[in-house]
């Protein structure tokens, strides 16, 4: 047991008692905090105070006992522990620690355990105690935890001892064999009990397929019967899970439009507009293609510069993220990592992004069961993020935090991570990869356990009252950094063919990808190292356990490749190899447990059949007054959550890890003004750099999902090129979290939600052709609902649009605060009546109809425009419009430079009579603020001539920010202190 | 004879492509040696002058920063010989030889004594860098000012400094006011938060990110061959790692971070080669 000394401030137990007095209003007078170590081993006393007195404690401010309590001078004291078979990092680190002391491993099944003794002093009573340990000290999915009163504590013997080692039981392994010759409710009853989450129609084509006497004589050849077993059944519906599937993008769609009467057919949206825009941009490019690996891989390659590739993708990790933020996210981080590290032959990581859809921290309302309160959401996902990001050396570059009430019914948590690759690795492209027969399966990393169990099939689902617990997580940054640091090794001496992450469906899933190369694997489930003993054949198959690759290693370099992997402590175990057999073949202890035909694997999933009928919804456009009072308008807007600093989440996250990140989050005079976008440069020997940024308007969904998609698109590019990216130079990545959209007693209006998937993707299309922009990667999380009891909450359709590209010369880059005082600002873009679905409007209640249309054509113009007036270093300062419009956009301008600016609304160009508070608030797309040195007016303005292109003031020396209305009167004047300060206000302290 | 430096990776440093770079941009030969490589004993200590311990998080900081990497290097044996890693490095230090670790490297130091090593002690430790005061992870660049007198060789020069911290356990603590009496009459608090405006140290946060007693950022050992730093160097070695490269056009091309480490890589040519 380790406490801090009398005297020292513990900011840990601190920060629990503030975080207790914001989320519960329990105001303590102290709260402390004491770790202890359980250690299950064969140790001497000896053995055991070196390693207390040693690795486990700090001797300057920390006090050390073994067998004997520390806590003293307390009220109650709740300690809290994991549950068995929770990952404790903690304790693997102790048990390492131990080993290198007494230079003798662990036997097996001997473990250290940690937990956590919470002192908590002050007026508070068992059942206080209880809602701070349930409500914010601990999860209960993945945790436990003790109260005692200091009244009933044991002050000589302390707690009682608690192992949470994982009891394996009586019950025997044994592979089930599930008689599928049944009535129909009997199967849906499988598919439900067994968490299959296969439908009605898929389990009667397992039915047919068991039933077929073919198959059932090829069995027997292989020690089967004609019933299914355990392991196939779960493999069957791993592999045709929505979440690895993507059945809802494959379905066959029939689309009505009641406005323009159109009636159509789509086969595929994935294959109708995704990929059709890639594949129609990459004939149009010819030789300047930038693609080099699209959708195939488990992120998208393009090319960067002569010797290196970039690799970008984002997933999304909502529903584990909804049971436990912390749990969810961390392992939602460095579960992206492996993606885009186990890309082509494998690609080191460069930078991650993270973007959130919350709903509002200070939510007040009551919660329907199940839900975790927004406040815990945000703190536990930021809290994991930090942990995953930070300790993988992952700068994080990019991001942002959208707030909707809805987002209470499931949090979107997207993860993305950029990596850079050689072009050539050995002689053969970096981006490609082949597993080839005869190569053995190669599992390395962490080791399987029930962690994680059914995450592919329980994504796949609504947030349900029996959503399974072993869905959750615990991520371990450094077990995969081990892996990581010896894999790139291993990719540099040759030493495997592909590689490939375990995410949902772990080996099923990698396995039986890799093994679509060769067409066929045999695999011995019973060789895999597991974490305790007692797993059940199918539950190695499918477990998502993290921390884990699989790797085609040709069998000349499996020793070599073996040898290296024990040097730097990274496990690696032959599982079997690949074959041509066909067949999708485990065996356990010898035994064959699945005999599935490739084919039927792959290919036997019945499309899904889905109708969509678009009826626009019953919106209009509010009468509105004009405000009284801009100032506080504007500090209200300021003020709002969408538009306000994110520093207190920034800081958390280190975003300059590596030394490449030349345009960081936070920029401006006091480093505190927010970036458009992100510019890493990732080789010390080269100026080339990466632009990253995003765009994400769900609020735009209320009107039309087209034109949120449109928007989301221009947002992405338009922060791209403010600070320098080449528009010519560019990929997107569309990630989609949706409400189910798919018809049901459940989802009566599926209809509609469907329909509003098809015109985002129409919108996809058009606007990634218009602005020439290829997808590489991409994915989609569709069943984002919470459904128990009449309480239905569905997420507004949500298109996160990602942009990776390149900057010819990062000391062209280019940042949002207003330089120097002289300088002229120019607003370029039209703006129009569009407040539909506005940050102004929503502060006020309304949705409005007019949503911002994007003009590709002019857009794309005037940001090569932009692109040639950073290259000739005309360009000051750059911020895109976007939530809050001109009036925001200004106001962060100013502030972030400590500079005043002074703007005259009659310059501004805009269409039609529009009203001051309009010009100052619509959100009209594709417009740049810019400011230009006076000295470079002329050239600036020739370089747009014939397009929109306004000055509407200049910067000056006092630091407030000065309005004149289209009438000619000054229209408000306000302090930059004042504007930064409501800006800054509503997040500083979370 | 060129200078010869290595940083020591893996178990979870972060920043050793970085500190490599900066090594060879001040004029070092620098490799990169995974820790595994010296417990094979296929690297040795013996044949480098200049030792980095970059900054991350070994094993995860799971035992409180940097214990657990202190921990191995302490008792893990290299292949092939008696010797662990940590006899190697009192062997680099007896002959004279530069050690700088920054930020988790700066812990691992403190944590096996190698810092402040007061009385030329490098086993003992007696100061710690603990949690920050406002309890997690920040990543914020702040002013520091060097103590001329100090015998630190990476900062001969030196007299403002402006770098990023990036940790959650930066917080210097002193063992006992006897310590941090020595530590400063010694001039070993080479480096400290300053107010931007002053140059005079600092409590006061954000200047003062951690709440680090007496505003101490680094150290040294009385040597001065010995150092150590919570901010980090090697993240400025040119203009556009400065947060406000953008509009401050006066910025020279080199970031103020490599001088430490030409001054290493000079000190080692004039009394090493």
């Given at each position: ?49 070196a ?20 806590p ?33 491993p ?10 956590v ?22 999860n ?11 009244g ?42 067994g968490?299959?989450?296969l ?10 397929h ?10 027997r ?87 290196w590739?970039l ?44 973007i ?11 919660l ?10 945000f ?6 993020v ?7 050396g ?13 987002f ?15 072009t ?42 029996g ?7 615990i ?25 490939t ?30 974490k305790y003993?007692?797993?059940q ?12 690759m ?13 040898k ?22 485990c ?21 899904l ?12 456009e ?20 969408n ?9 958390r ?6 030394a ?40 735009y ?19 791209y ?7 010519d ?27 509003q ?32 009891g ?38 370029l ?9 506005s ?55 100013a502030f ?21 508070w ?9 417009r ?63 | ?28 030969e ?102 920050n ?19 630190c ?27 941090l ?6 001039h ?19 200047f ?23 901010p ?7 203009r ?16 103020m ?17």
């Open positions: 047991m380790a406490g801090l000394k009398d005297g020292v401030r513990d900011a840990r137990g601190e920060r629990v008692r503030r975080e207790i007095r914001e989320h519960l209003g329990i105001d303590l007078a102290s709260v402390r905090t004491v770790d202890v170590y359980t250690v299950d081993a064969q140790l001497s006393e000896a053995e055991v105070r390693a207390a007195l040693g690795p486990f404690c700090d001797p300057v401010v920390q006090d050390v006992s073994v067998d004997r309590p520390l003293r001078d307390f009220d109650i004291l709740v300690e809290v522990g994991y549950r068995p078979g929770v990952t404790d990092n903690v304790g693997r680190t102790a048990k390492e620690a131990i080993q290198y002391l007494t230079g003798r662990f036997a097996a099944g001997e473990a250290v355990y940690t937990s003794q919470y002192l908590l002093k002050g007026r508070i009573d068992v059942a206080a105690a209880e809602r701070i340990a349930a409500g914010f000290l601990a209960g999915l993945i945790q436990r935890w003790t109260i005692v009163p200091s009933e504590y044991d002050a000589e013997r302390g707690l009682p001892v608690f192992v949470p080692k994982v009891d394996v039981g009586a019950h025997a392994i044994a592979v089930q064999e599930i008689d599928l010759d049944v009535s129909d409710d009997e199967l849906m009853q499988i598919s439900k009990a968490m299959l989450a439908t009605l129609e898929e389990m009667k084509i397992i039915q047919a068991a039933a077929d006497p073919a198959v059932q004589a090829e069995r050849k292989m020690g089967l019967g004609a019933r299914l077993t355990d392991c196939e059944l779960e493999a069957l519906a791993q592999t045709w899970s929505e979440h690895c599937k993507h059945k809802i993008f494959a379905a066959h769609i029939a689309y009505e439009d009641t406005t323009t009467g159109e009636k159509s057919e789509i086969n595929s949206l994935f294959k109708s507009y995704i990929v059709r825009a890639t594949r129609e941009l990459r004939e149009r490019a010819g030789e300047n293609d930038i693609c080099l690996s699209v959708f195939k891989d488990n992120a998208g390659v393009i090319r960067f510069t002569d010797d590739s690799v970008f993708k984002v997933e999304t990790h909502n529903s584990p993220s909804a049971l436990d933020p912390y749990g969810g996210a961390l392992t939602g981080i460095v579960g992206v990592n492996r993606d885009s590290f186990g890309t082509g032959k494998g690609a080191r990581l460069l930078f991650n992004t993270d959130f859809c919350f709903a509002s921290p200070f939510y007040e309302k009551p329907p069961p199940r839900l975790l309160h927004p406040r815990r959401i703190e536990g996902v930021v809290e994991g930090e942990h995953g990001g930070n300790k993988s992952i700068p994080t570059v990019n991001g942002s935090i959208v707030f909707d009430e809805r209470a019914g499931k949090p979107l948590v997207y993860c993305g991570t950029g990596a850079i690759m050689p050539v690795v050995n002689g053969q492209p970096g981006h490609e990869k082949q597993a080839n027969v005869g190569d053995r399966i190669v599992m390395v990393g962490g080791r399987i356990g029930k962690d994680g169990i059914h995450g592919a099939t329980f994504s796949s689902e609504e947030l349900h009252e959503s399974p617990v072993t869905a959750v997580q991520g371990d940054p450094i077990t995969q950094k081990r892996m990581f640091d010896f894999l790139i090794i291993a990719r540099d001496r040759g030493l495997y063919s592909s590689i992450d375990n995410g949902a469906g772990g080996l099923s899933s990698s396995v039986g990808e890799m093994s679509q190369d060769t067409g066929g694997f045999e695999m011995h489930l019973d060789r895999a190292p597991l003993p007692g797993l054949p199918w539950e190695i198959l499918i477990s998502e356990a993290q921390e884990r699989t790797v085609a290693v040709p069998p000349q370099h499996l020793e070599a490749f073996l290296l992997a024990g040097e730097m402590d990274v496990e690696a175990t032959d599982l079997g190899c690949f074959t041509a057999s066909g067949y999708y073949h065996l356990y202890q010898g035994k064959t447990v699945t005999w599935l035909p490739m084919d039927f694997l792959h290919d036997g999933v019945p499309q059949r889905i109708p969509a009928r678009w009826t626009p919804p019953a919106v209009a509010p009468q509105l007054p004009e405000p009284q009072d801009y100032v506080a308008e504007l500090k209200g807007l300021l003020g709002s959550l538009v306000c600093s994110k520093e207190s989440v920034v800081r996250y280190d975003h300059e890890v590596q490449g990140t030349v345009v960081k989050p936070l920029t401006g005079v006091v480093n505190d003004g927010p970036s458009d976008a992100a510019v890493v440069r990732p080789l010390p020997d080269s100026f080339a750099g990466v632009a990253v940024a995003h765009g994400i308007c769900p609020r969904s209320d009107i039309d999902t087209y034109h949120m998609t449109a928007n989301a698109i221009d947002e992405a590019l338009r922060n090129v403010a600070v320098g990216g080449d528009i130079h560019v990929a997107g990545l569309d990630n989609f979290c949706w409400c189910d959209p798919v018809k049901s007693d459940k989802t009566p209006d599926g209809e509609y939600k469907a329909a998937l098809v015109r985002s993707n129409r919108a996809l299309y058009d606007y990634c052709l218009a602005f020439g922009v290829p997808l590489i990667s991409g994915k989609d999380s569709m069943k984002n609902d919470y459904q128990i009449d309480t239905k909450i569905s997420i507004p359709p949500t298109l996160l649009f990602s942009v990776i590209g390149k900057v010819e010369d990062v000391r062209r880059a280019v940042t949002m605060d207003a330089k120097t005082p002289g300088d002229l600002v120019y607003l873009g039209t703006t129009r009546d569009e407040l539909g679905g940050e102004y409007y929503a502060r006020l209640g309304h949705t409005g109809r007019n949503v911002p249309q994007v003009d590709a054509s002019s857009a794309l113009r005037r940001y090569r425009t932009v692109n040639a007036a950073q290259a000739r270093g005309l360009i000051a300062s750059c911020h895109d419009l976007s939530d809050g419009g001109l009036a925001v956009a200004l106001a962060e301008t972030a430079g400590d500079r005043g600016l002074d703007i005259d609304l009659r310059r501004v160009d805009a269409e039609g009579d529009l009203a001051d309009q010009l100052l608030f619509s959100e009209s797309a594709s740049l603020l810019v400011t230009v040195r006076n000295g470079d007016r002329a050239a600036f303005e020739e370089l747009f001539a014939g397009q929109s292109c306004a000055c509407i003031g200049r910067v000056t020396a006092v630091p407030e920010l000065r309005i004149v209305s289209r009438a000619g009167d000054m229209l408000m004047v306000a302090a930059n202190d004042e504007l930064k300060a409501a800006w800054q206000a509503p997040l500083k302290e979370l | 004879m060129n200078v010869k430096a290595l940083v020591i990776a893996g178990n979870g440093t972060n920043c050793e492509r970085e500190v490599s770079e900066a090594c060879r941009l001040a004029g070092a620098c490799d990169i040696v995974h820790v595994a490589e010296l417990l094979a004993g296929r690297a040795r200590l013996d044949d480098y002058h200049f030792l980095n311990l970059a900054g991350g998080f070994l094993d995860g900081d799971d035992l409180g920063s940097a214990k657990a990497g202190a921990n191995r290097l302490r008792h893990a044996r290299v292949a092939g010989s008696d010797e662990t890693v940590a006899d190697q490095l009192q062997r680099f230090i007896a002959a004279g030889k530069l050690v700088m670790g920054v930020c988790n490297g700066f812990q691992l130091m403190v944590k096996m004594g190698l810092l402040p090593a007061l009385g030329g002690d490098h086993l003992t430790q007696s100061a710690t860098l603990t949690f005061d406002g309890g997690h992870f920040e990543d914020r660049w702040c002013e520091l000012s060097v103590d001329p007198d100090s015998p060789v990476f900062t001969r020069g030196l007299d403002r400094l402006y770098f990023p911290v990036r940790h959650g356990e930066g917080k210097f603590v002193p063992a006992s006011s006897e310590v009496a020595a530590i400063e009459a010694r070993l608090a080479v480096l400290r938060y300053c107010d931007p405006a002053t140059g005079a140290p600092t409590m006061e946060y954000p003062n990110p951690n709440g680090s007693v007496a505003a101490i950022a680094g150290i040294c050992d009385e040597t001065g061959r010995l150092f150590g730093l919570m980090h160097p090697e993240a400025y070695v040119h556009t790692h400065h947060p406000r490269w953008t509009r401050q056009p006066e910025l020279p091309e080199e970031g971070g490599l001088q430490l480490y030409r001054n290493a890589v000079e000190f080692i040519r004039n009394n090493l080669l």
